[in-house]
Each structure stands twice: as structure tokens, then as C-alpha cells.
């Protein structure tokens, strides 16, 4: 299992400035220049397509008797297969598949090229073949300064161009000067070729590693403003935005929601005689059984304010939602938080008002609602859930009783 990525891990890394990313950071890095690269897709290629078919009018001039063979290996063959790669990359296929098709285009485009030349190498254009096939060695330029091929790839695609170029070159009647020019200028411009193509390739996971730091702070930042700092629950802000959320998004007006209201009995009186940090060490405790009352992302634990909170619970039926408050109000009861000062019960407890009714309600009647039940809990003797939680007696009768 990979570990996972902090902003400590990326702030070390970017210090420490290596070209090679770790293997999380490596797979994050090509899940993102894939789906760069489907974005872009249409836009390169469309580019790609211009630019080498732009190519077409040198061989008016250099290779004029090959000319209709050269605009049917453009247009019926290379610009199709480029189009084809372009519409696959959207659709965002692994590396390996990705990178082998798009290296196909510069050795296809060097493979033209030098079967051009090598059918233009006799005769009275001999001459001017001689300078057509250093068309060939813009494809090395292509291949490491303008394609996204990783770096593995990107040598195989070179060493590739450099093969079918110096093969066709030197088994070709051009004079020494011509294949020693070539020769040396396929040289040249790989070296620099490699040498851009690692900095670019530097660069662009450098971009990357601050891109993410930088979506993850923000995260963290956001993160933080809707959490509450004591308890870690959300606080009112994320439940106002959640309540805004599930009444603007719903597609179902007859699903149900429910709100607990939740407070701690006697708090006032327990932080007198304890004192604050006892306090919110019982804030924090009572926050804890909150939370792990939760069934999933779909249910939000706040802490409203004080020792009050609040449990919204979407798609939950009444039943459903007294069930889970009286499970909580067990659930603090027995921690036996003890509290010498309450006027109840020897130990921390809390009480529960339960409402619910369908989306089409307003969020502020159910909030309404939620927290006048729990008024009736305390006036009741508080450490209870209102309405009454009722469990089935195990009795021939099956008569139904309040518990609390």
C-alpha cells in the first residue's frame, strides 16, 4: 500500500528539488497529466495537424515528381492515425497505450519522410533530396521538446528516429558531406533535445507538487472553517451550508429528514464546580458519542454553540431518528462522566428532541420543531428523548411502553 500524501511530504519534496517523484506522488502526477491531456486533446492535435501538413509545400520545391504520393501519406495515413490517437486520448487510456501510439507520429513522420527521400535520390532532383531529408531530424525536436511522452518513451522514440534516419542516410548515394551534416546535426539536436526535455519534465512535476500543495491547503483551510475546534464535529456554518445544500439539491420532495437536537444536562452547573477544562473535556466526550453515531457522509454531527448540538439525518424516518437518539443518549449516559453538581443524575447525561418531515418542509420549522422537543425532554426530567422512544415489550401482549 502506497503511504499517503501529506502537505509535509510535498513541501520536503519540493525542497529537496529530485527529478524522480516517489511512487505516490508519481501515480498522482500521471492521473493528472492524463486528464490534462484530455483536455487538451482536441486543441494539440488539431495543432499537430496544421503544423505537419504545413510541411507539404517543401515538397513542391525539393521533391516535386513524388509530390501526390507525399499529400496521400499526409492526408491518408498520418493525419488520419493522428486524429485517431488525439480522439483516444480523451478518453484517457493508461500510459503505456497513450505514450506508444503518440510515439508512433514522429517515427511515422521520420519513416515518410526518408521513403520520400529515398525514392527522390536518383535522377535531376538527387540534388534537392539531398536537402529534403534533414526534414527528418525536426522530428527528434518534435518528440522530446513539444510531445508529453514520458521520459522512457521519449528515449525509445528517439533512438527509433535515429535508426530509420541514419540507415536510410548512409546506404543513400548522397556525398560524405551530406550524411556527415545529418549525422552530426541528429547528434546535436538529440543532446538538446534530452537536455530540454528533462527540464521541461522537471518543471512540470515541480508544477505539479505546488498545484497539489496548493489544492490541499486550500482544502485544509476550508476544511478547518467548517469544523468545529474543540470537538472536531462541524460547526454551524457547514450545517447551514449542508441544510442549503440537501433542500436546493433534492430530486425526491418526498424524502424524509431529521433533525436531533441535542443538549448536556447541567452543564452550567458542572463547569462551575469542575471548572473549564473539565468542561470541554466533556464537550469533547459527549462530541465523540455524537459522532460515532454517524451511518455515513450522508449524516452530519454540529456542535451549535456551548454544550448544544445538532444531528441532521437525511432519508431518516422519525423511528429511525429516535432510534439513534436514544442509542446516544445511552451511549453518554454510559461513560459515567461524573457529575456531583447536576440536580438529576450523578453522571453527565444529555436530552433529545426528535423532529422529521419530508424536504418540501423548511429546514427552520424542522430546527424549530427539533429544538422545542428537546425543551419538552427537560421539562420531562431531561436524560430522555422526546418524543418518547417506544421499544416493543417482550411479552404474549406485544404492548408498546416508554422508555426514558
Known amino acids: 500500500m502506497l503511504p499517503p500524501i501529506t502537505i509535509a511530504s510535498l513541501e520536503a ?19 493528472d497529466r492524463q486528464r490534462i491531456l484530455a483536455a487538451s486533446a482536441t486543441v494539440t492535435i488539431s495543432r499537430m495537424v496544421v503544423g505537419y501538413n504545413a510541411l507539404l509545400p517543401v515538397d513542391v520545391f525539393l521533391a516535386p515528381h513524388t509530390l501526390w504520393l507525399a499529400i496521400a501519406l499526409h492526408l491518408c495515413v498520418i493525419t488520419p492515425y493522428m486524429i485517431a490517437v488525439g480522439m483516444l486520448i480523451r478518453h484517457r487510456p493508461g500510459l503505456f497505450l497513450r505514450d506508444s501510439l503518440s510515439a508512433m507520429f514522429p517515427i511515422l513522420m521520420v519513416a515518410q519522410v526518408m521513403y520520400i527521400y529515398s525514392l527522390n535520390w536518383h535522377g ?70 534530452f537536455e ?14 505546488r498545484r497539489l500543495r496548493d489544492r490541499m491547503q486550500r482544502f485544509e483551510a476550508e476544511n478547518e472553517a467548517s469544523r468545529d475546534a474543540l470537538t472536531g464535529l462541524s460547526n454551524r456554518r457547514h450545517f447551514d451550508e449542508r441544510v442549503a445544500a440537501i433542500w436546493s439539491a433534492t430530486k425526491a420532495p418526498l424524502e424524509p429528514v431529521s433533525i436531533i437536537m441535542i443538549d448536556i444536562d447541567h452543564f452550567k452547573l458542572f463547569n462551575d464546580h469542575y471548572g473549564h477544562p473539565a468542561g470541554d473535556h466533556c464537550i469533547k466526550r459527549v462530541g465523540g458519542a455524537i459522532a460515532a453515531a454517524l451511518r455515513g457522509q450522508n449524516d452530519l454531527a454540529v456542535r451549535f454553540g456551548g454544550e448544544e448540538f445538532v444531528l441532521l439525518l437525511p432519508g431518516t424516518t422519525l423511528e429511525g431518528a429516535m432510534m439513534i437518539a436514544e442509542r446516544v443518549r445511552r451511549a453518554v449516559e454510559a461513560m459515567a462522566i461524573p457529575h456531583d453538581a447536576s440536580l438529576n443524575s450523578p453522571v453527565v447525561t444529555i436530552s433529545l428532541g426528535v423532529t422529521a418531515g419530508l424536504i418540501t418542509a423548511p429546514a427552520e420549522t424542522l430546527l424549530a420543531a427539533a429544538d422545542e422537543a428537546l425543551y419538552k425532554a427537560k421539562r420531562a426530567g431531561r436524560n430522555q428523548v422526546h418524543p418518547p422512544f417506544m421499544t416493543l415489550e417482550p411479552t404474549p401482549t406485544k404492548t408498546w411502553r416508554a422508555v426514558g
Request: hydrophobic share 50%; charged share 15%; no cysteine.
Open 13 to 31: 519534496f519540493i525542497a529537496s528539488k529530485k527529478y524522480r517523484l516517489p511512487p505516490e506522488l508519481d501515480l498522482a502526477f500521471e492521473t
Open 196 to 209: 530540454a526535455k528533462t527540464r521541461l519534465e522537471y518543471n512540470a512535476r515541480q508544477n505539479f507538487l
Open 124 to 193: 535531376p532532383d538527387a540534388f534537392a533530396a539531398w536537402q529534403y531529408q534533414y526534414i527528418a531530424i525536426a522530428a527528434i525536436s518534435y518528440t522530446n521538446m513539444s510531445q508529453s511522452l514520458d521520459m522512457r518513451f521519449a528515449i525509445a522514440t528517439t533512438i527509433a528516429i535515429s535508426l530509420i534516419y541514419l540507415t536510410v542516410l548512409f546506404v543513400s548515394p548522397a556525398p560524405f558531406s551530406v550524411k556527415f551534416i545529418g549525422a552530426t546535426a541528429l547528434i546535436s539536436i538529440s543532446v538538446i533535445g
